[in-house]
């Protein structure tokens, strides 16, 4: 079992970029595949990026390929989201997730959540 707690979500222009972080505790956070998701009002819950516990393999949305970076630092306990070249698009709520075992891209395959950080872009 872990806890995550994002932070770092805020409101930007179209083209900037913020830097999302999720903390980890409870659990033992390295040995768990991380993802991001974000969620729009009225839509559902999307696959962002995920990383492997190891690093080693890193998934990105194709939405989102070329412009948001995954990675960890597992002994931080955190995992980060790099989001840059914003779209007013990506605004979102941008949400931290755990699991065992590989990335996946549903959110239902995760058990463990954050409560969100959100994501503004404006035009």
């Known amino acids: 079992q872990v806890q995550l707690q994002e932070s770092g979500g805020g409101l930007v222009q179209t083209g900037g970029s913020l830097r999302l972080a999720c903390a980890g505790s409870?659990?033992?956070?390295?040995?768990?595949?991380m993802g991001w998701f974000r969620q729009a009002p009225g839509k559902e819950r999307e696959f962002v990026a995920g990383i492997t516990w190891e690093g080693g393999r890193i998934s990105y949305a194709a939405s989102v390929k070329g412009r948001f970076t995954i990675s960890r630092d597992n002994a931080e306990n955190a995992v980060y989201l790099q989001v840059d070249s914003l779209k007013p698009e990506d605004t979102a709520v941008y949400y931290c997730?755990?699991?065992?075992?590989?990335?996946?891209?549903?959110?239902?395959?995760?058990?463990?959540w954050g409560q969100g950080t959100q994501v503004t872009v404006s035009s």
């Open positions: 997730a755990a699991r065992s075992g590989p990335i996946q891209t549903v959110s239902i395959a995760y058990n463990f």
């Open positions: 409870g659990g033992t956070f390295r040995d768990y595949t």
